[in-house]
């Protein structure tokens, strides 16, 4: 109650001390939930690691049949299935606006391929048998089809770098912020701290309600980061849904659980005590030495 109080005595700098605690918070929080709806994304559009292996266009059957059967005893391998020239050029046909380009061709451009499936989703395991492939006889090149899964997951690799380093700074800016908000709080009530030491007041007694506001600042900060999180997430939402009815597909950014916003909460709190403390166990040594 004692907090509360402290705190309605000044609402205008309360509330400033929380929206900048929130703004601050909310630029990670921002980035993690946009990071981990993209791992979301790249998970559910994830397939089985696959090796596209093309062939020399004047391969006979029997060269053809050697490929095949050195592709299956190769050790990873789970499956091959051959795709001729025509059957895919059968199939690039029922690819939008290329029809019209097809039927330009005088001949078959498109060379006879196995398609190799891969016992695990391994970047090591498909970069292996990519360079193995490549030696065969009548191997003209080979096409790593999860190789943008590779990439992808470099770059959300290089996201996740990215948001800790500024959580990390912006972790600095609240407990600076509540640091010179309890530095205030102190140099305020300094009469009343000397007060209470020469009635005996332990210096636990005198620093506990300062940890409770600092505390309480920081859960109100990620409180606030929060929110500002939750309602940029709806309003682009509303965006995607547009975009989403245009792709026919549903996109959408999905809210963190409630059991991230739990620790982000936990969190913000304890970066709180943290300035807290730090800024009465200065203050009050100045203070004791006076």
Same mark, same amino acid.
């Given at each position: 109650?004692?907090?509360?109080?402290?705190?309605?005595?000044?609402?205008?700098?309360?509330?400033?001390?929380?929206?900048?605690?929130?703004?601050?918070?909310?630029?990670?929080?921002?980035?993690?939930?946009?990071?981990?709806?993209?791992?979301?994304?790249?998970?559910?559009?994830?397939?089985?690691?696959?090796?596209?292996?093309?062939?020399?266009?004047?391969?006979?059957?029997?060269?053809?049949?050697?490929?095949?059967?050195?592709?299956?005893?190769?050790?990873?391998?789970?499956?091959?299935?051959?795709?001729?020239?025509?059957?895919?050029?059968?199939?690039?046909?029922?690819?939008?606006?290329?029809?019209?380009?097809?039927?330009?061709?005088?001949?078959?451009?498109?060379?006879?391929?196995?398609?190799?499936?891969?016992?695990?989703?391994?970047?090591?395991?498909?970069?292996?048998?990519?360079?193995?492939?490549?030696?065969?006889?009548?191997?003209?090149?080979?096409?790593?089809?999860?190789?943008?899964?590779?990439?992808?997951?470099?770059?959300?690799?290089?996201?996740?770098?990215?948001?800790?380093?500024?959580?990390?700074?912006?972790?600095?800016?609240?407990?600076?912020?509540?640091?010179?908000?309890?530095?205030?709080?102190?140099?305020?009530?300094?009469?009343?701290?000397?007060?209470?030491?020469?009635?005996?007041?332990?210096?636990?007694?005198?620093?506990?309600?300062?940890?409770?506001?600092?505390?309480?600042?920081?859960?109100?900060?990620?409180?606030?980061?929060?929110?500002?999180?939750?309602?940029?997430?709806?309003?682009?939402?509303?965006?995607?849904?547009?975009?989403?009815?245009?792709?026919?597909?549903?996109?959408?950014? @999905?809210?963190?659980?409630?059991?991230?916003?739990?620790?982000?909460?936990?969190?913000?709190?304890?970066?709180?005590?943290?300035?807290?403390?730090?800024?009465?166990?200065? @203050?009050?040594?100045?203070?004791?030495?006076?």
């Amino acid at each position: 109650m004692q907090t509360l109080a402290r705190m309605s005595q000044a609402p205008l700098a309360t509330l400033f001390n929380v929206l900048v605690i929130g703004v601050a918070l909310a630029l990670p929080l921002g980035g993690y939930a946009v990071l981990s709806n993209l791992e979301t994304l790249s998970r559910n559009l994830s397939t089985e690691s696959q090796l596209s292996v093309f062939l020399a266009r004047d391969s006979g059957k029997s060269e053809v049949a050697a490929v095949e059967a050195q592709l299956k005893a190769a050790d990873g391998v789970l499956s091959v299935r051959f795709l001729s020239r025509d059957a895919a050029l059968a199939g690039l046909k029922h690819t939008p606006g290329m029809t019209e380009v097809i039927a330009t061709l005088r001949d078959n451009p498109l060379p006879d391929a196995f398609v190799v499936t891969l016992t695990a989703n391994d970047g090591k395991l498909a970069d292996r048998l990519e360079r193995q492939f490549k030696s065969l006889s009548k191997v003209t090149h080979v096409q790593a089809d999860s190789a943008w899964m590779r990439r992808m997951d470099t770059l959300l690799q290089l996201g996740r770098t990215t948001i800790a380093l500024l959580g990390m700074l912006l972790s600095f800016a609240l407990v600076a912020v509540t640091f010179n908000t309890i530095r205030l709080q102190i140099l305020t009530q300094r009469d009343e701290i000397e007060v209470s030491r020469l009635i005996g007041a332990t210096r636990a007694y005198i620093c506990r309600p300062f940890f409770y506001f600092g505390s309480l600042l920081g859960l109100l900060g990620g409180a606030a980061g929060l929110a500002i999180v939750f309602s940029s997430m709806a309003v682009l939402n509303r965006d995607l849904a547009q975009l989403g009815i245009l792709y026919d597909s549903d996109l959408r950014l @999905h809210f963190p659980a409630p059991a991230d916003a739990t620790v982000i909460l936990a969190f913000s709190a304890v970066l709180g005590w943290m300035g807290a403390y730090m800024s009465v166990s200065r @203050h009050l040594r100045e203070i004791e030495r006076n």
